[in-house]
């Protein structure tokens, strides 16, 4: 079981490594120079071929390749996912581009969507949910993360940013994760992943300057600074997989109860002595 276990990991790690030699040499700049279209060929490419592995496969994440199912859990998980897309559509500074660009930019936004919701959420976790589904959506959510470290290859990086950057995103993979279980739909995490990505477009670009100065933060911020947005994310992945299971958490239940949203439920034996 432990040479099948490394056997299996051995096979994520290289599928994760071809993506992203994919995503830096398909397709060139011979693709066009209009802005945003490369980039949209390449997550496309990516896209198509493991949506075409999940689907040779076999893997059990094609229970999830369908519309989000019609259900009250399923409003109540679009609901939060809406929640923090539109605070981070509204956030940006939306610049005005040309509607050319702009439609480019958005089609880039879906496809980019797509291709890493195919490589994680759809042949990641789908090849490990056979060893328990929490286990599947942290550990393919971990190599969603890592997989964002190619935006620092080169002398020129910064181990912080690159440390938060992988921080968030694994968190933030945790809860599109979940989201996908409870809405039973791939589609969803798409879309959610695409409005969670707006500012990439839609934000002005910081150009670097030539004063010299950096942010150099201590050891322990330096290490905390992502725990904000990793605790809000993995509080709502919890609650959507508890509203999922059926159940409702402890917490919720006191907080219900001494806010008197519900009545205390009352025992046999005390309705018994008080009668």
Avoid at 149 to 175: C, E, K, R
Avoid at 257 to 270: D, G, Q
């Amino acid at each position: 079981m432990p040479m099948r276990h490394l056997r299996l990991g051995t096979t994520l790690i290289a599928l994760s490594v071809f993506a992203l030699l994919i995503l830096d040499f398909v397709p060139g700049a011979w693709v066009s120079d209009e802005k945003y279209l490369n980039g949209s060929v390449s997550y496309a490419v990516l896209g198509v071929i493991f949506y075409v592995a999940v689907h040779v496969l076999g893997l059990s994440s094609l229970e999830y390749f369908r519309l989000p199912r019609i259900h009250f859990k399923t409003v109540i998980a679009l609901l939060l996912a809406s929640s923090f897309a539109i605070l981070n559509v509204t956030s940006s500074d939306n610049v005005h581009l040309g509607t050319g660009t702009a439609i480019r930019g958005v089609i880039f936004l879906v496809v980019l969507g797509f291709g890493e919701e195919m490589v994680s959420r759809g042949l990641v976790f789908g090849s490990l949910r056979r060893f328990g589904q929490w286990k599947a959506i942290v550990i393919s959510s971990f190599l969603f993360g890592l997989l964002h470290l190619n935006l620092y290859l080169g002398s020129n990086w910064d181990p912080w940013v690159a440390y938060w950057h992988v921080m968030d995103t694994f968190t933030w993979g945790i809860f599109t994760c979940t989201l996908m279980i409870v809405t039973r739909s791939i589609w969803v995490a798409v879309l959610f992943h695409a409005l969670s990505d707006w500012g990439i477009i839609f934000d002005k670009v910081i150009k670097s300057t030539d004063s010299g100065e950096e942010y150099n933060p201590s050891f322990f911020d330096g290490i905390t600074s992502p725990f904000f947005n990793g605790i809000f994310f993995v509080s709502m992945a919890l609650l959507l997989l508890w509203l999922d299971r059926g159940s409702v958490p402890r917490w919720v239940k006191r907080l219900a109860l001494k806010w008197k949203l519900v009545e205390p439920e009352l025992s046999i034996a005390s309705v018994a002595l008080k009668s």
